[in-house]
C-alpha cells in the first residue's frame, strides 16, 4: 500500500469542491490497491480453456494453484500521472456514459409515450433534451450542456498533462 503523496493534495481538494468527490474517493482506493499484475499467456491460456471446458459441461484436471501476485504500489511521480489520467479517463468514461444513457431514455420515452406506458407526468422532453420526474424531484438533462461538456473533455485532458507536468518537474501547478 502506497502513502498518498502530498503533492495530489491541490487535485482532490479541486474535485471535492467541483462536487466530483465520488472520483477523489476512487483516487484513493485506486492508489491504495496499487498497480494490479498482468496476467501471464500462460495463465491466459489456462482461462480460455477452463472457460471452454466449462462451456462443454466437462470437469478440468485439478492443477497446482498459482499464487496470486502482489499488486505493484503507484509512488512517487508515477502517482501524479497515474492520478491525472485516471481523472480525464473516469470524465470521459462518465460523458460517454450520460450521453449512451440520454440517448436511451430519450428512446424509451419515445416508445413509451407511442403505447401509452409512460405518463407526460413522469418525464418531459424538453427542447434539446429531457426531463424526468422522480419522488418529486426533476433532473434535466440538456444535450447542449452535454455537448459542452464533451467538448471541454480535451481542455481537461490538456490541463491535468500539464498539472501533472509541472508538479513531477516540481514546479508550481496551481
Partial sequence: MAVIDRRLLP???????SGADWLAFELFDGLRVGRAPEDSDEELSRARLAIRKFIKDERLPEEEKVGAQAAVPIVGDEQIAW?????????SDSVGMLEASLSQLESILSQGRDSGM?????????????AIRIEGEQISIHRTELQQ?????????????H???????GGDAS
Fill in 163 to 169: 498539472w501533472s507536468e509541472a508538479v513531477r518537474a
Fill in 83 to 91: 492520478a491525472a489520467n485516471y481523472v480525464t479517463d473516469r470524465i
Fill in 118 to 130: 409512460v405518463s407526460d407526468i413522469a418525464s418531459t422532453q424538453i427542447e434539446d433534451g429531457l
Fill in 149 to 161: 461538456g464533451i467538448g471541454a473533455l480535451s481542455v481537461l485532458r490538456e490541463a491535468l498533462a
Fill in 11 to 17: 487535485l482532490i481538494e479541486v474535485l471535492a469542491e
